[in-house]
Every structure is written in structure tokens, then in C-alpha cells.
């Protein structure tokens, strides 16, 4: 049977350790988590089976594969201490027969986006970014029109739109979108992704370098490293569509209680097809996933055993090919979900209501 593994690593560290650990998640402290982070070794969180592709009746089976290092961990060590602990993780998915392997959050973002990883493993390699772009994209058109924003009156943010994703995804909204509002940090590069927007799609593009401006915007894409909490509430404009596919979330909780006149939604969660069980609570209801942990999947479905949306410069080809397989296979949107909870009618009209009157 064709098998993949795919690497996660702790993102809320008292949350997620204890979901392995129940008792070393209660007595340990924050900062000795983070601390400790730097000295576990890699390992095998479960087994995953059931999933079953739509198309030709194909099952295959996986391993969820734990690098216990926390963002915070990650983002002050040099990319050189990291790359080795997932080079081991990748080992551990060779001996574990996995075919093909994914790189999860900030395993994936780490120093070149997992080129120097994949070159230190004989199996392939994703960031599973090319599919976690569509899914964001598509989960963002799904909100506009719950929210009868129509998309080409609409100006589109985009905050983190010099990295991976977030470069991709604008180029995919802009060839809709009335008018692009580009966010990152570096001018620069700002500039460049400002280039690619407009040889895409042309149109109107804005750049900017403050998050704030994201006030301008009816639908926002927010999919940086900023490590959390990067947006503010009296940042969102009344009535907007906000989709934050950042791991950790750009937008907390806090934000989301004090803008209830805000569609605040998890961009980038998707339907398995077949009776998937992960075997690990890794954060998505049962039969659901993330949309790097789908793209692995499908392209092992596909049995395209290559590496795939490596580097920071994802290509919009490479997205349609992804997300043409995915729905081949059977991966399906899922409702829009907000922290944890499903957004139904009757969430959005209140939200509707609130914001237009
Ligand atoms: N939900 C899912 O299924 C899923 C799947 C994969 C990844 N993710 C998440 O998606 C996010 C982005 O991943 P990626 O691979 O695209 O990362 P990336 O290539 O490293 O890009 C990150 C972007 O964030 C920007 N950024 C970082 N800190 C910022 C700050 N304080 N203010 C404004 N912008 C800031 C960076 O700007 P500079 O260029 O200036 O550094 C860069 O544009 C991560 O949070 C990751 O965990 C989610």
C-alpha cells in the first residue's frame, strides 16, 4: 500500500503537549516546554488509515511524526539545529516505509522552506503549501459570497503576501478581486510580490508595510510567521470576511470575541475521502484536515512520488495541478469553521445582521 508521513510539531505548547503526554503537560511550566523542546527526539505519534480516494478505490495509510520543538524554539535557534531534528524525523518516515513525506507549520517555513531537508532524504518531499493556497482561496470566495460581498467591487488583503503562501494566494485573488492590498514586512520584497501580482492579473495593487491598513480591506487572507496575534481588532473593517490561515493564528480568539460584527474564519480545512482515523487528536475534527496535510495525501493517491511545493516561490501551476488531484480524489471544502466551532445559517445572519443592521 502506498504510504506518506507527515511531521508536526507543537504549536500551543501546554495544549499539545498534554495531548500526548496527559501528565508532563500539567506539571511542566511554559518555558521548561520550550526549554526541554530543544533536547526530545523526534517520534511516532500514530498511524493513519482509511483514507480512500474517490476516483480509483485506493487506499493508503500514514504516520503522523512529532518534532517537539515549539514556534518560539524554532524561530531563535539556527535553521541548521532544526533541519537536523527534521532530517531525523524524515528518517523515521524512510524506516516507517512512508513513500513521500510533509512538512507541517514551521517545519515548513524553517530557514529555505524544507530544500536543504529534502536534499538530506532519499524520499520526497512537501511543504504542502501549493493546496493549502487553493483551499484558503476557495474557503475565502465561499465567506465573500456568505457575506454577499461581491468580489470584484471588494478590495482583498493579503498579509504575509511575500511568503509562500500568501504570494500564491494573491496571485490567485487578484484574478478576481476589484483591488489588491499587498501587507509584509520588507519593501523589497513587497516590491517583488507587487510585480508578480500585476504579470498575473494586472490590476490594481497596493502595498503596504502596516498591518493596520488592513482596515481598507471587506476580505482579509492573513498568512504569516508572525508567531500569533498579529491582528488587532479595531484593525477589521464592520462586515468584513477575514480568513487567517497562519499556525499559530494571526487573529486570537480575544479579536474574534470583540468584533462579532467580523466573519473571522480558519482558512485551509478540507474533507478526507473514506473513513480516515489519524489516530492522534492533532487539532481538526475527526474527519477533516489541513490543507498540507491533504495535499500529501493526495499526491500520494496520485502516486507522484517527487518533491513538491518546495522554496518560497510557489507557482500557480502547480496550485492548479494540486488542487485539480485533490478533487479528483475526493477532498472536499469543509464548512467554514471558527475556533473549532462550525459557522452555520444562523452564525452568519447574526454576523450579517450585526454588521449591516
Ligand atoms: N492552515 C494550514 O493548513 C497551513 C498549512 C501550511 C502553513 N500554514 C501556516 O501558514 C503560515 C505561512 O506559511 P508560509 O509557508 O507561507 O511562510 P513563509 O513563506 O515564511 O511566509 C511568512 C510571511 O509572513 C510574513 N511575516 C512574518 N512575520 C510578520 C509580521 N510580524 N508582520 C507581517 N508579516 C510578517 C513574512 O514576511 P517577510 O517576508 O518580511 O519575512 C512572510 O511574508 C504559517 O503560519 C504556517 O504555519 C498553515
Not at 514586512?185 to 488592513?214: C, N
Not at 481538526?284 to 518546495?310: N, Q
Not at 445559517?345 to 447574526?350: D, G, N, P, R, Y
Request: hydrophobic share 45%.
Amino acid at each position: 500500500m502506498d504510504s506518506f508521513a507527515f511531521i508536526i510539531h507543537p504549536l500551543d505548547p501546554k495544549r499539545d503537549v498534554t495531548r500526548k503526554y496527559p501528565l508532563l503537560g500539567k506539571v511542566l511550566p511554559e518555558p521548561a516546554i520550550h526549554f526541554f523542546s530543544r533536547f526530545w527526539p523526534p517520534l511516532r505519534l500514530s498511524h493513519i488509515t482509511g483514507a480512500r480516494s474517490e476516483a480509483t478505490g485506493k487506499e493508503i495509510e500514514g504516520w503522523l511524526i512529532a518534532v517537539p520543538y515549539t514556534v518560539q524554539r524554532m524561530l531563535a535557534l539556527p535553521p541548521r539545529e532544526v533541519y537536523r531534528k527534521i532530517v531525523a524525523a524524515g528518517h523515521l518516515a524512510e524506516q516507517l516505509g512512508a513513500k513521500i513525506l510533509g512538512l507541517g507549520a514551521y517545519t515548513s517555513i524553517v530557514g529555505d522552506g524544507g530544500v536543504t531537508i529534502a536534499r538530506e532524504l532519499a524520499i520526497p518531499v512537501t511543504s504542502g503549501d501549493s493546496y493549502t493556497a487553493a483551499v484558503a482561496v476557495r474557503a475565502t470566495r465561499e465567506a465573500a459570497r456568505l457575506m454577499d460581498i461581491e468580489l470584484a467591487q471588494a478590495t482583498v488583503a493579503v498579509v504575509g503576501a511575500t511568503g509562500a503562501i500568501g504570494g500564491v494566494v494573491a496571485q490567485q485573488l487578484a484574478l478576481t478581486a476589484g483591488r489588491m492590498l499587498l501587507i509584509g514586512r520588507r519593501r523589497a520584497r513587497l516590491e517583488a510580490a507587487g510585480r508578480q501580482v500585476r504579470a498575473v492579473a494586472g490590476g490594481d495593487v497596493l502595498l503596504s508595510t502596516e498591518v493596520g491598513d488592513i482596515r481598507e480591506a471587506e476580505v482579509v487572507i492573513t498568512v504569516t510567521s508572525a508567531g500569533g496575534n498579529l491582528v488587532r481588532p479595531e484593525y477589521l473593517r464592520c462586515g468584513a470576511v477575514v480568513c487567517d490561515v497562519s499556525r499559530p493564528r494571526d487573529v486570537s480568539r480575544q479579536v474574534a470575541q470583540a468584533r462579532d460584527d467580523v466573519l473571522i474564519f480558519d482558512g485551509g480545512l478540507v474533507r478526507v475521502p473514506g473513513v480516515v482515523d489519524f489516530g492522534f487528536d492533532y487539532g481538526p475534527p475527526p474527519e477533516l484536515t489541513f490543507g498540507c496535510v491533504a495535499e500529501t495525501m493526495a499526491l500520494t493517491f496520485e502516486g507522484y512520488f517527487e518533491d513538491f511545493s518546495l522554496g518560497k516561490n510557489l507557482q500557480l501551476a502547480q496550485v492548479e495541478m494540486i488542487d485539480a488531484w485533490a478533487t479528483k480524489h475526493g477532498f472536499r471544502l469543509a464548512a467554514l469553521r471558527s475556533f473549532e466551532h462550525e459557522l452555520d445559517e444562523q452564525v452568519i445572519q447574526q454576523l450579517k445582521t450585526r454588521a449591516y443592521g
